[in-house]
């Protein structure tokens, strides 16, 4: 299939390599202009277990190209991924800009129907603001789909090429089909491709995160008792974590969670509870 990635971050590097290695033929595109010039020299600006070495080959193999034009992707592409940052704003909220531009600029290139996909981490209702803003100038219809991504840096790769599931959100059959054929090649271990509306696969994605820092930031309360009473939290974090129910994943106590996702994602959970006139103080205190 034919795609386009916008975003040459993290996110869109790796899942464009990935889709591009299971025989899709892949524009990615940046509005860096250095950036773009750099990866068509095999310069890539992340390590990755991996990655460097893909890039490389699919290039070569003239598969995977680089660029900063998105009209000429656009047009060559069936499915285009938005993989652009979406910043903490000064409020907590999620800086959407960089999503509707990029989604104002496929709704004016596209020739023909398209998928558009975020694969960004986007809040509740984002599916909709895309649909407006590319409604009024999109000559051609085209389907919204919300299709989080959960990689870890550091196993990125590995992450999307087998993945624990793949969470898909949609409103046509058309889309969901054409999503299960991008996916397939990468479940075939058996995992899940979880089909949901578009609400639920944006709202998966912050539940995921912000319950995997929930359970740090308790653990480091627990540490703290532990320390006050005698107790070794690395004891009691083995015998919580062997129990099935919870395993031992994101329990290790520490400085706190930080990282590129975790703290703007959990206050960007806590703006849209207030935006929707919910309170969510265990997400405060976390
Ligand atoms: N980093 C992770 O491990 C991870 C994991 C899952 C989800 N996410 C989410 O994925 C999204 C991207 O994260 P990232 O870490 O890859 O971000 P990043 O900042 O590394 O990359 C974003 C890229 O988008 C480009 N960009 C910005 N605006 C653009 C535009 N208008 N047109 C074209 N390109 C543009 C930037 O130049 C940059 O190269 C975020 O929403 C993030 O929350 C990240």
Redesign the pocket.
């Known amino acids: 299939m034919k795609i386009c990635v916008?975003?040459?971050?993290?996110?869109?590097?790796?899942a464009g390599t990935c889709f591009e290695e299971s025989g899709n033929d892949v524009i990615c595109?940046?509005?860096?202009a250095a950036?773009i010039a750099a990866l068509r020299e095999g310069k890539v600006?992340?390590y990755e277990p991996g990655l460097e070495e893909l890039i490389r080959r699919n290039v070569t193999e003239g598969r995977l190209s680089f660029t900063?034009e998105?009209a000429d992707a656009v047009r060559q592409s069936v499915v285009c991924f938005i993989?652009?940052?979406?910043?903490e704003k000064p409020d907590g909220s999620?800086d959407l800009?960089?999503?509707l531009?990029?989604s104002r600029?496929v709704a004016q290139a596209m020739d023909g129907y398209r998928v558009v996909v975020t694969?960004?981490?986007?809040p509740v209702g984002t599916h909709k603001k895309i649909r407006a803003e590319m409604e009024p100038i999109a000559p051609h219809p085209f389907d919204v789909v919300s299709n989080?991504?959960?990689?870890?840096?550091g196993a990125?790769i590995d992450d999307f090429m087998k993945p624990d599931r793949v969470v898909i959100g949609a409103a046509s059959p058309q889309a969901f089909r054409i999503m299960r054929e991008l996916y397939e090649p990468f479940v075939r271990t058996g995992a899940p491709i979880l089909e949901m509306d578009n609400p639920s696969a944006e709202m998966t994605?912050y539940a995921a995160n912000a319950l995997l820092a929930t359970r740090i930031s308790f653990m480091n309360e627990i540490a703290n008792l532990c320390e006050r009473v005698g107790a070794d939290v690395d004891y009691v974090r083995r015998g919580v974590g062997h129990d099935r129910r919870l395993g031992h994943h994101f329990l290790f106590p520490g400085v706190g969670y930080g990282?590129?996702?975790f703290p703007?994602?959990v206050q960007a959970v806590i703006q849209t509870a207030h935006e929707h006139g919910m309170k969510f103080p265990l997400l405060n205190a976390v």
């Open positions: 916008v975003g040459t971050g993290y996110v869109g590097l790796v595109v940046d509005n860096l950036k600006p992340i900063t998105l993989a652009v940052g979406t910043p999620a800009g960089a999503v531009a990029v600029g694969k960004s981490t986007v989080p991504e959960f990689m870890k840096e990125a994605k990282g590129s996702c703007k994602d």
